[in-house]
């Protein structure tokens, strides 16, 4: 069992492309299991591929933030694709962000068991 499960990582971002193997490496050899979590298409699908490499440790969780829906490259049945199941919607606060897109706020998450 890990001492730590850090439930909200971005090892799958373009920031970690250098060193986010060694970031994990270093999380599992101290105890600490990772959930990668996608914002998009492509650094959920990452999260996966991440996720794929380890036996434990390391899940993913996949989803789409609401900021990315203003870019304009939202394929719903590209997440299709990837989610397993989703939960009730985020306590989420929309004044803060102000987007007119983000009503209603989702999760979509998936684990590999």
């Known amino acids: 069992m890990p001492k730590l499960i850090d439930t909200h990582t971005h090892v799958n971002f373009s ?3 250098e060193d986010g ?4 490496e270093r999380a599992l050899k101290a105890g600490v299991w990772l959930i990668n979590v996608g914002s998009q298409y492509s650094t959920s699908e990452r999260a996966i591929r991440m ?3 380890y036996e434990e440790g390391v899940y993913a969780a996949v989803g789409l933030h609401p900021i990315h829906l203003l870019e304009g490259h939202y394929d719903s049945s590209e997440l299709d694709e990837l989610v397993k199941f989703k939960t009730k919607a ?8 102000s987007l007119p897109l983000a009503k209603p706020a989702l999760i979509i998450f998936i684990l590999r068991t």
Not at 21 to 24: C, F, H, L, W
Not at 90 to 97: A, G, Q, V
């Open 21 to 24: 193997k060694e970031v994990i």
């Open 15 to 17: 920031a970690f492309k």
């Open 51 to 53: 996720a794929q490499n």
């Open 90 to 97: 985020e306590e989420f606060d929309f004044e803060k962000y």
